[in-house]
């Protein structure tokens, strides 16, 4: 058996620049781009830890986030404004997973299939997210 090496090119090309498209993620549902909500959960301080290892012992908790705060993210690769770097950095694979329609995290996805509890990587103020399909 052959392979006609053309079209095989043809259709990898075309699948390729269907994946590098803009919105290529779409909703089963009606088309539209698949959207995560990103929502502030809890915001923790461990000054005993900020004490004995940080530079500033009294930093105290995130100084971006705040508990009821709210994001949509639509990618992994672009960080809404107003977002921590640092934590975006952490949870992005997450949001992979949710954008990509993946329902293995090893227990720490909602009932429903459409959420995850996650964290930033911050070990002296953690700040805990839900992220969820919109």
């Known amino acids: ?72 993210a ?5 960080c809404p404004r107003g977002f921590c770097e640092k934590a975006w950095h952490a949870i992005a694979p997450e949001i992979d997973r949710l954008l990509g329609g993946d329902s293995e995290c090893g227990g720490c996805r909602a009932a429903s299939g459409r959420g995850a509890i996650t964290c930033c990587g911050d070990g002296t103020r953690p700040v805990i997210f839900h992220v969820e399909l919109v």
């Open 1 to 72: 058996m052959s392979i006609d090496r053309r079209r095989f090119l043809k259709i990898a090309g075309l699948a390729a620049l269907a994946g590098a498209a803009p919105g290529a993620l779409k909703a089963s549902t009606g088309g539209a781009a698949r959207r995560c909500r990103i929502t502030v959960l809890r915001c923790h301080c461990f000054s005993d830890l900020q004490s004995a290892w940080l530079d500033e012992p009294e930093s105290g908790s995130c100084p971006m986030l705040r508990v009821g705060d709210t994001f949509e």
């Open 74 to 78: 639509v990618s992994s690769r672009d």
